[in-house]
């Protein structure tokens, strides 16, 4: 018997989702290497990463931030070939050359086509009152630096996952970590950043540092979940009623919305009943709540937030080939 196997990762050249990808990856690099350009190695945060080790060595060595990140990033991605396979991806690849080049080369944007001088570098947003060499005149700019730094490279981070690659740097690091010792991945991750947030305050000795570096960490992460999974905009009901048909009934006529009735025991005495699951828009939660209140103030009702609902009444999945 031949089956036929099915990929739903690779894009058809020049499709719409072919077109749809590498914009995504473009535009997620473009977003990332404005956030360290701008935001991170001016105002000497260290976020963990390669980059992070890249902002140490443009202060203290002067050595351009993409081209030190691509020297990191090409061994490790010789290694993530090697020991994690060919699955590492090409994409990967081709992400962390564009973000090393869009990284050096807003810098020489900013000096050769518009002007700004090299001073520019160390206080592009101006944030900094008496220079950066001074930290203490201006520690709000430093920690808007580190709020806003998160927010620009979380959404380039997730749009570089939503094109199914990744920046490459210490995710290499942790996922070989993870292959060879077995230990969780984000446990792997955790440490490898915590280990260069604690170079960067070797680095930069004043103490507030690391902690803006954690605070643009916990931004990015929090972030990065928004742009891949999307803001939890819709609930999803399951209810446990003995009037079952009455508020499929209200479901069904009065939200317009469908569901699924699943059959369930009581764990008590093993009753038999039925559950009905639902899945309605925020604007509707608390309709839903009333209704059931009014119909049934003995049902059990448990409502939890719905990510990347796709489907008839809510959104499309976005990404067919056409």
């Given amino acids: 018997m031949n089956v036929t196997k099915v990929s739903f990762y690779k894009e058809k050249i020049f499709s719409m989702r072919w077109f749809q990808t590498w914009g995504t990856l473009l535009l997620g690099s473009m977003v990332i290497a404005l956030g360290y350009t701008f935001f991170m190695t001016p105002y000497q945060i260290v976020p963990g990463g390669i980059y992070g080790i890249s902002t140490i060595l443009n202060w203290k060595l002067g050595f351009p931030i993409g081209m030190a990140a691509l020297c990191f990033n090409l061994p490790l991605s ?191 005495n093993r009753t038999e009943k039925e559950m009905i699951m639902t899945v309605v828009t925020r604007k509707e939660v608390t309709i839903l709540q009333r209704a059931i209140q009014h119909i049934d103030p003995n049902a059990f009702t448990m409502i939890l937030n719905a990510q990347e609902i796709m489907g008839r009444g809510f959104k499309r999945a976005g990404w067919e080939d056409k």
Avoid at 135 to 148: D, H, K, Q, R, Y
Wanted: hydrophobic share 50%.
């Fill in 78 to 268: 010789l290694i993530g070939f090697k020991i994690l396979g060919r699955d590492f991806g090409f994409r990967t690849f081709i992400c962390f050359w564009l973000v090393a080049f869009f990284a050096d080369g807003y810098p020489w944007l900013l000096e050769h086509v518009f002007g700004y001088s090299s001073a520019f570098a160390h206080d592009p947003l101006q944030l900094v009152k008496g220079g950066i060499e001074h930290p203490e005149a201006g520690t709000e700019g430093v920690l808007l630096a580190s709020i806003f730094g998160g927010v620009v490279i979380g959404v380039g981070g997730g749009l570089i996952f939503k094109s199914r690659s990744s920046s490459a740097g210490t995710d290499v690091v942790a996922a070989v970590l993870h292959k060879l010792t077995r230990r969780p991945l984000g446990q792997m991750q955790m440490m490898v950043d915590l280990i260069i947030v604690v170079l960067g305050f070797i680095a930069f000795p004043d103490w507030k540092t690391p902690f803006y570096s954690l605070i643009t960490i916990f931004i990015m992460g929090k972030v990065i979940d928004i742009v891949v999974s999307g803001y939890a905009n819709e609930k999803t009901f399951f209810i446990i009623s003995e009037k079952t048909e009455e508020i499929r009934h209200y479901i069904l006529t009065d939200l317009n919305r469908g569901g699924s009735i699943l059959p369930v025991n009581g764990m008590w």
